[in-house]
């Protein structure tokens, strides 16, 4: 405001320009310091839109299979044919129900978005019994317990974190939560699929990323997922939150009975992209420093 009075109060434009160079000059290393800090915040801005972009770029990728065989199957033949034995596609747990609409097929991991494949429907469920939530062990450490029915218990079964999947009508979202402290959870319903525990989430624990969208196909076809029995469905999640990890990282996923169980397995790898752009952004804030 006295800038403006003082060029409103003065006629010579010559002055006017001597004034305004002078004000700039005095406080040249206050605006310095002040644009250091703005450029600053903006390389950063652009690090975590750039990092937030390469996360959400993976969807439904079906390479690179890291199911876990979990050597436990069922013997019987579904319509007059033996399903696999050594594999998890076209396969249930011993004793139960076959057939597609049951199967559990796989886990894919392309960087650090996990795609889950299976025959079975996980936003309808199948015969009302629904899809649960994908539980993950990160230090090898598992308490697996003869818990059935479906009533919730006070334990993860030694899980570390839960992918929380809903599927309430109109929502196809999940959101992350780190099992420490009390937590509770279901067991399976059957008490021979007791291998399956947990199936669900029901509460405790530490949010660790708030509620964000699924992608969630139907009506795959085995040429796409590259496994057997037709009508595949698919979701996707991103485990970028494990990145820091960098030893053997434990996946699990059931329904609410147990009639088939998912594992998988891997160890979260750096992206080379990531440390190229952590290079760029680190050698630009040097250059500023520099230049200061
Ligand atoms: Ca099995
Ligand atoms: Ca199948
Ligand atoms: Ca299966
Ligand atoms: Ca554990």
């Known amino acids: 405001m006295a800038l403006i009075l003082h060029i409103c109060q003065n006629h010579n434009l010559l002055i006017h320009q001597i004034?305004?160079?002078?004000?700039?000059?005095?406080?040249?290393?206050?605006?310095?310091?002040?644009?250091?800090?703005?450029?600053?915040?903006?390389?950063?801005?652009?690090?975590?839109?750039?990092?937030?972009?390469?996360?959400?770029?993976?969807?439904?990728?079906?390479?690179?299979?890291?199911?876990?065989?979990?050597?436990?199957?069922?013997?019987?033949?579904?319509?007059?044919?033996?399903?696999?034995?050594?594999?998890?596609?076209?396969?249930?747990?011993?004793g139960m129900i076959g057939a597609q609409s049951w199967d559990l097929e796989g886990f894919f991991l392309n960087g650090s978005e996990l795609t889950m494949v299976g025959g079975y429907n996980f936003f309808q469920g199948n015969d009302n019994f629904l899809s649960g939530d994908i539980f993950i062990d990160v230090d090898g450490i598992l308490n697996p317990a003869n818990n059935s029915g479906n009533s919730s218990v006070n334990t993860a079964f030694g899980y570390d974190y839960v992918i929380d999947l809903d599927f309430t009508p109109n929502n196809y979202r999940y959101r992350?939560?780190?099992?420490?402290?009390?937590?509770?959870?279901?067991?399976?319903?059957?008490?021979?699929?007791?291998?399956?525990?947990?199936?669900?989430?029901?509460?405790?624990?530490?949010?660790?990323?708030?509620?964000q969208s699924l992608n969630y196909a139907t009506g795959l076809t085995n040429a796409q997922t590259e496994f057997l029995g037709g009508n595949?469905?698919?979701?996707?999640?991103?485990?970028?939150?494990?990145?820091?990890?960098?030893?053997?990282?434990g996946l699990h996923y059931t329904m609410q009975c147990g009639n088939d169980n998912l594992m998988g397995e891997y160890t979260p790898v750096p992206e080379p992209g990531t440390f190229a752009l952590l290079g760029v952004g680190l050698l630009g804030l040097i250059a500023i420093r520099r230049k200061k």
């Open 176 to 211: 992350v939560i780190e099992l420490t402290g009390s937590v509770y959870t279901q067991p399976v319903y059957y008490s021979q699929n007791v291998l399956g525990n947990p199936w669900a989430y029901v509460s405790g624990g530490t949010e660790v990323s708030g509620w």
């Open 232 to 249: 595949h469905y698919a979701l996707d999640v991103d485990l970028g939150f494990l990145s820091g990890i960098n030893h053997k990282i």
């Open 19 to 94: 004034t305004l160079g002078s004000i700039y000059e005095i406080d040249y290393t206050a605006w310095r310091g002040s644009m250091m800090r703005r450029i600053t915040i903006i390389v950063l801005l652009f690090l975590v839109i750039v990092f937030t972009g390469i996360q959400q770029s993976y969807a439904l990728s079906f390479t690179n299979n890291v199911t876990v065989y979990d050597g436990k199957y069922s013997t019987a033949t579904y319509a007059g044919q033996q399903w696999y034995l050594q594999n998890e596609d076209q396969e249930v747990e011993p």
